[in-house]
């Protein structure tokens, strides 16, 4: 039996019922290749100021580390997942989407991609720029996003379709400069307390 | 009709696919680099369609009159052949990079854009056993016109680096086939 096969028949004996969901999110974490990315769940109607600055109290290491224990406890290793062809990750992810339409097709997960990488589609605020959300958090995420948007212009980044080593390690040493102010919990902290006093 | 999964090896004058012995007549543009991953559809030693690979391995398309892909049961994975030169040299590449300043990155582009051809183009192609690759890409450096300075620090970066991770060594080129019938198919041994 191959890796992909095996992993699939984990999740398929596992994860049929609503109380599994979790692990079924860190799953699609994996597959997404955002082990270590904040995200939330939103269900219909609920508050999301609440959600993000719950968002806000957690750094990376929390993600990574909730993400993987929930692998484990249905035994898939992390290393298995992170070494896996597209190919195949997109077999398991499209197993995984259904999954979690079947258990739950009213909640919505966000991830807030560009907490770790400046380069990524900023999902979390065009679901805010949809949605109902305090002034002040809005203008956070405004500020970030429009901070990510000059970064990608004063080093020329582009969507080449190859990227070379030399623009890869480019990208990384500035994921790396990103994730030390904008992936740490201070700057949300602060900047909200911030913006609060301004306004009061 | 063959689909063949590859590398490019480009120098100035000619470029081709490695394994695939058919005239590649297609602008540099989308032919960036030596090492850049390529689908390759051939029929009687002719290109029909040419895809370029991205990053997330998604397809591009950027030769051919139609969408053969969608005719073909298996793909001929000739990249398996030299993957692990390929991550080794990858792996080399990035950790000598991570020396450079954000500066350096743009100041000397071209220079190391043209360092990283000739290595991929002088070892991903020849039968070598992955741990003499730390030390030929040494004389590459050794031999190369980049300043004296980032050649100390990218010889520095080469001596304390160990090793990986035999699976990361071993990782399969990302290639996203949703929508196609199509599988691939991994090949040894070299085509003649």
Known sequence: MNVTQDIANKILSSCLDYSKLDILFSLKAFLLNKSNCPFFVHKNGENIDSLIVTLHSRDLNFYKAFNEKNLRKIKISPNSILCMPKNRCMVLLNLVDELINNLSADEILIFDNLRINPFLEDSLFNFLKQNDVSEEIYNLYLRRNSISKDLNKFFLIENKVHESCLDKALKIKLIDYWKNSYGLINFYNENLLIENLILK | ?192
């Open chain 2, 1 to 192: 009709m063959k689909a063949y999964l590859t590398f490019l090896r480009k120098n100035e004058l000619e470029h081709h696919a490695l394994g695939v012995d058919i005239k590649i007549n297609v602008p540099d543009l989308y032919l960036r680099i030596s090492g850049q991953p390529l689908l390759i559809i051939s029929k009687d030693n002719s290109l029909l369609a040419l895809y370029l690979i991205s990053e997330d391995g998604d397809l591009n398309q950027v030769y051919g009159i139609e969408d053969y892909l969608f005719n073909i049961e298996f793909i001929h994975d000739l990249s398996s052949i030299n993957i692990k030169k390929f991550n080794t040299i990858k792996y080399f590449l990035l950790s000598m990079y991570s020396s450079l300043s954000l500066s350096e990155f743009s100041f000397y582009q071209k220079e190391l854009l043209s360092f990283e051809n000739i290595i991929f183009y002088n070892l991903l192609h020849v039968e070598l056993d992955v741990n003499k690759i730390k030390s030929m890409i040494m004389k590459i450096i050794n031999k190369s016109d980049i300043e004296q300075s980032i050649q100390q620090r990218f010889l520095e970066k080469l001596k304390r680096n160990n090793f990986i991770n035999r699976k990361i060594l071993r990782k399969k080129l990302d290639i996203n086939l949703s929508g196609y019938n199509c599988k691939i198919k991994a090949i040894e041994e070299k085509i003649s």
